[in-house]
């Protein structure tokens, strides 16, 4: 059986559609930047969603490969995740999906190192006959963060947002949404395939302690 971490981590990946404060552990993602309204026929955003999947499955199929990655093991490719944010403001205006810009990332095992995500790099390169220099190898320490499960519309998210802002305040914590420290959305439903009204998105925030 492969490991599902959305299984495996259910208090990172499938968390209630109520507020709750966790610890997230530092780790490593397959990562593009990117700027511009994700929901735009041909956007950046679409297309580095492209060049994810492609390094995620050459990583996850290197097993079929002469090329033998120490400590491999078989396991489901992790959702997709984002870091948004817009320059100049706090928080997000969803009336100026132009003028967001993210981070889109999927997370990689712990057995990926630098070393072997460069492989991957280079092999779909051979393979696909692509530009992936735009896709960087990212670890990240996420820290302490507030969450929840939103059911919905993407632009329906402010009202679950509000409710992660007043759960933290309740608990002696503010949001902390900083240069180095972003709103974080996980996806764990496919929009292609899935009614507005069904999918499912934990958000994330950054928080720390009141002062």
């Not at 955003?45 to 090329?67: D, E, P, R, V, W």
């Not at 960087?136 to 969450?147: A, I, K, N, P, S």
């Not at 993407?154 to 002696?172: F, L």
Request: proline residues 5%; negative net charge; contains cysteine.
């Amino acid at each position: 059986m492969a490991f599902d971490y959305k299984k495996e981590y259910k208090e990172f990946y499938m968390p209630k559609n109520k507020p709750n404060i966790i610890e997230i552990p530092k780790m490593n993602y397959i990562a593009v930047r990117g700027k511009g309204n994700p929901n735009e026929e041909n956007s950046e955003y679409k297309q580095t969603i492209g060049l994810l999947y492609s390094i995620a499955f050459t990583i996850k199929m290197s097993y079929k490969t002469s090329h033998k990655i120490e400590g491999y093991f078989q396991y489901v490719v992790p959702p997709l995740e984002g870091f948004w944010w817009q320059d100049g403001i706090e928080g997000l205006d969803y009336n100026k999906k132009e003028d967001m810009e993210f981070i889109s990332m999927i997370r990689l095992p712990d057995f990926v190192t630098k070393e072997e995500f460069d492989w991957a790099i280079s092999e779909a390169t051979n393979k696909k006959k692509q530009d992936f220099s735009k896709v960087e190898y990212l670890t990240y320490d996420e820290g302490l963060c507030v969450q929840c499960m939103h059911i919905g519309s993407y632009d329906n998210e402010p009202a679950t947002i509000e409710m992660m802002k007043s759960y933290a305040e309740e608990n002696g914590y503010e949001i902390d949404i900083t240069d180095n420290r972003f709103h974080h959305e996980i996806y764990l439903s496919d929009p292609r395939r899935c009614d507005e009204s069904r999918l499912k998105t934990v958000i994330r925030h950054p928080i720390r302690k009141r002062k």
